[in-house]
């Protein structure tokens, strides 16, 4: 798996976010994303995951451009080979935990109770399925929603600033159990983030601004 952007650029209006924006993300890669508020780094993952449209550029993952896919293609592209994690958590308030980690399996059309069980225990969420989000911490709802972006094995895990509404120490915990499950699936990571302790475990930090990545 790689993800290629070349010369990317997105606008509102008359003003640019960004623009000449390319990078590679190799299998197994762990790049995280910095760069001022503001400069589109949630706008540039979500492009990744071919959530928003962009103005010039392209992006390819795993051989395939994004900008060719109709909007059933990307969704069907997603649930195969991406993660999300995002900031806020976005889990579903009225599933239980086990339902909200299992919701890309059965997306798919592949439920697997065993896989949603091991992801709770990979995470150390084992024995909480039944519980409701509303009576989980916010660690452990972010570590639900590492096992949701993770169960169904994709190829990219994106996370937008998974560590942002977290105290230290939790946020520390959760770093490591992202690190550690990407790597076990194999899964390449690109992580935006303002956390300059998150940056420093990636494998590579790149810095967004308006005018392109700088490395």
């Known amino acids: 798996m790689s993800l290629v952007v070349q010369s990317l650029a997105k606008r509102y209006g008359d ?9 590679t993300v190799e299998r197994g890669e762990f790049v995280a994303i910095v760069g001022e508020s503001g400069v589109g780094k949630s706008t540039l993952l979500n ?6 449209t962009w103005d010039a550029g392209s992006i390819t993952l795993d051989g395939t451009a994004l900008g060719s896919l109709s ?3 990307a969704a069907l592209l997603r649930r195969e080979k991406v993660g999300f994690v995002f900031q806020a958590f976005h889990v579903l308030p009225h599933l239980d935990v086990a339902q909200n980690v299992g919701l890309p399996l059965l997306l798919l059309g592949r439920p697997d109770a065993a896989r949603v069980g091991a992801m709770l225990d990979a995470v150390g969420l084992g024995g909480l399925g039944a519980r409701l989000p509303q009576t989980l ?3 452990q709802l972010q570590r639900v929603a590492i096992a949701r972006a993770l169960v169904h094995r994709p190829a990219l895990l994106l996370a937008d600033e998974p560590t942002g509404n977290l105290d230290p120490g939790t946020a520390a915990k959760v770093m490591d159990v992202l690190i550690a499950q990407t790597r076990l699936e194999g899964a390449s990571l690109v992580l ?3 956390s300059e302790t998150a940056a420093q475990r990636a494998d590579r930090v790149l810095h967004l601004a ?3 990545i700088r490395r």
């Open 210 to 212: 308006a005018d392109g």
């Open 47 to 52: 492009c990744m995951a071919a959530l928003d």
């Open 71 to 73: 909007a059933e293609q």
């Open 192 to 194: 935006v983030t303002h």
């Open 15 to 23: 003003t640019t976010v960004f623009a000449n924006v390319s990078l």
């Open 137 to 139: 911490s916010g660690g």
